[in-house]
């Protein structure tokens, strides 16, 4: 406790496990978002590095969580099923982060978060573009291409990621599993990244653990609301979150 608060008041401690907690809850609701919630909350009155140490450990965990809800079986069913995507995805990520001097991150983040936007309003207005019989190996492999080229540039990769899963119908424990299999792979990345960085350090990582109660703890009453809605308010609510995101990337992009 004493490390903590070395970190900041007793008052902004308590803001930050109020916005852990709501960063969990609508990660259980709708499978995303927990880092998008953090980072924004969190970084409006911390300092960037301390914000993001604060969601290494929660995203890591919550990741893990949703990946293995079903079982170790099933998240290596999902990631046998999304290989291609996850494959090919990888390799594009790998290959643009060495090309971030290339682009500005602002004309990124806004190429990203302009069409998302657009697709989460015309599909909440009731226009459908899905592939109900999935997707084919090509367009499996098309959209890991983009998702891993502006992942590796950006850090950003989990809106077109979900707009993708939502267009191919994916049932929503499906949809669940393979995002946090997804994003748990990305979370190791992250921590071993930011451990060599310096971000999480001896004492940022009892401030991440902190956030990591609250976050768990509402994660898991949203999972029970999530399982008590049907599908088609489970997608609504996915389209929802998603546009909020979307309309985060083009804040970042034209305003900071």
Not at 64 to 71: K, S, W
Not at 226 to 234: E, S
Not at 239 to 256: D, E, K, P, W
Request: with cysteine.
């Amino acid at each position: 406790m004493d490390t903590l608060l070395s970190l900041m008041s007793p008052g902004t401690l308590a803001l930050t496990i109020s916005i852990a907690a709501l960063a969990g809850l609508i990660k259980g609701m709708v499978g995303f978002a927990m880092p998008m919630i953090m980072i924004s909350g969190l970084g409006s009155f911390l300092s960037p590095e301390l914000a993001l140490a604060g969601l290494i450990l929660p995203t890591l965990v919550s990741n893990a969580m949703q990946a293995l809800r079903q079982g170790p079986k099933a998240a290596a069913e999902s990631v046998r099923r999304f290989r291609v995507f996850l494959g090919v995805g990888l390799v594009f990520l790998l290959i643009s982060s060495q090309l971030v001097s290339v682009l500005p991150v602002p004309v990124l983040l806004a190429l990203i978060g302009g069409p998302v936007a657009l697709f989460c309003l015309m599909q909440l207005a009731g226009w459908r573009a899905h592939l109900p019989n999935g997707p084919a190996t090509w367009i499996e492999a098309l959209v890991g291409t983009v998702c891993g080229f502006i992942g590796g540039l950006s850090g950003v990769w989990g809106p077109p990621f979900v707009a993708y899963l939502t267009a191919i119908d994916t049932e929503k424990r499906d949809q669940m599993r393979v995002q946090g299999v997804a994003y748990g792979l990305g979370a190791l990345a992250l921590v071993g990244a930011h451990v060599v960085s310096g971000v999480l350090n001896a004492r940022t990582v009892w401030f991440s653990l902190a956030m990591l109660v609250p976050a768990v703890a509402a994660m898991w009453v949203g999972t029970r609301i999530q399982d008590r809605i049907d599908q088609a308010l489970f997608r609504k609510m996915t389209l929802a979150v998603l546009l909020v995101a979307a309309l985060n990337l083009l804040r970042r992009a034209f305003f900071t």
